[in-house]
């Protein structure tokens, strides 16, 4: 099992800036990838970002392409989600989770969730 544990989040005005952290321990060498998932209010849980284990490929949903970038830091045990020009419909709470699959985008193949951080941009 990988535990993981978020932080970063917080409320900022429409149009700044947060950068997430996403720190891993336990069995991480059975991770492909990690991904950052969110959940606004009312709706169900999107894919927004996720990097493979050595950082050569990424993946971005399209409203978050140009704006957000994920990293992996030098460690490889941590994951780093920047977030610029944040819009209101950014808002929500942030997971970051870890698979063993080659599909990145998936929720269900995720095995391992951290308990999540709140973004809120206000408008």
């Known amino acids: 099992q990988v535990q993981l544990v978020e932080s970063g989040g917080g409320l900022v005005q429409a149009g700044d800036s947060l950068r997430l952290s996403c720190a891993a321990s336990?069995?991480?060498?059975?991770?492909?990838?990690t991904g950052w998932f969110r959940q606004a209010p009312g709706k169900e849980r999107e894919f927004v970002a996720a990097i493979t284990w050595n950082g050569d490929n990424t993946t971005y949903t399209d409203s978050v392409k140009g704006r957000f970038h994920i990293t992996r830091g030098d460690a490889k045990n941590t994951v780093y989600l920047q977030m610029n020009s944040l819009k209101p419909e950014d808002t929500g709470v942030y997971y970051c989770?870890?698979?063993?699959?080659?599909?990145?985008?998936?929720?269900?193949?995720?095995?391992?969730w951290g308990q999540g951080t709140q973004v809120t941009v206000a408008s």
């Open positions: 336990g069995r991480t060498f059975s991770v492909y990838g």
């Open positions: 989770a870890t698979t063993k699959y080659f599909v990145l985008q998936s929720a269900p193949l995720y095995d391992s």
